[in-house]
């Protein structure tokens, strides 16, 4: 399977190895998208795929709009990763669920680079294709 979006074989290594798997595994089972931010105007331009599965209706889109669905104990840290990388030049990463509803988790890793300060980030977003259903007895994979 390829991906929608094609990345350089190097950004999705980097993603691979964010997420520990190789890199066929990522293209088969994660959405694997460029995104860039202005940081002027704080607005980012997510890929089609992975604005849908974000919940955003379309790009531009604001950063709470990106972590609305985030799990909320994640927030701070998504937060201070997009901020840090506001100031000086600076490599990013991180990891995350989307949580589509009560019980379902959608992995995310993200990494990024800040071009200049007030400039923009470039970055990718690998976004699971199937949701997690946790629930005391095992979990269970969702479409």
């Not at 669920?97 to 923009?120: H, K, N």
């Amino acid at each position: 399977m390829s991906l929608k979006s094609p990345l350089t074989a190097s950004r999705l290594a980097q993603v691979a190895e964010l997420a520990g798997m190789d890199c066929r595994e990522i293209e088969t089972a994660f959405v694997c998208e460029e995104w860039s931010a202005e940081l002027s105007t704080g607005l980012l331009r997510l890929g089609t795929e992975t604005a849908l599965l974000h919940g955003i209706a379309g790009p531009p889109c604001g950063v709470m709009d990106l972590i609305r669905l985030y799990d909320p104990a994640d927030w701070a840290k998504v937060l201070q990763a997009l901020e840090d990388a506001a100031t000086p030049p600076v490599t990013f990463s991180f990891a995350t669920t989307i949580r589509p509803g009560p019980g379902l988790y959608r992995p995310v890793f993200c990494f990024g680079q800040s071009e200049e300060a007030g400039g923009t980030i470039n970055g990718t977003f690998a976004v699971a294709r199937l949701c997690v259903e946790m629930n005391a007895e095992r979990p269970n994979l969702l479409n």
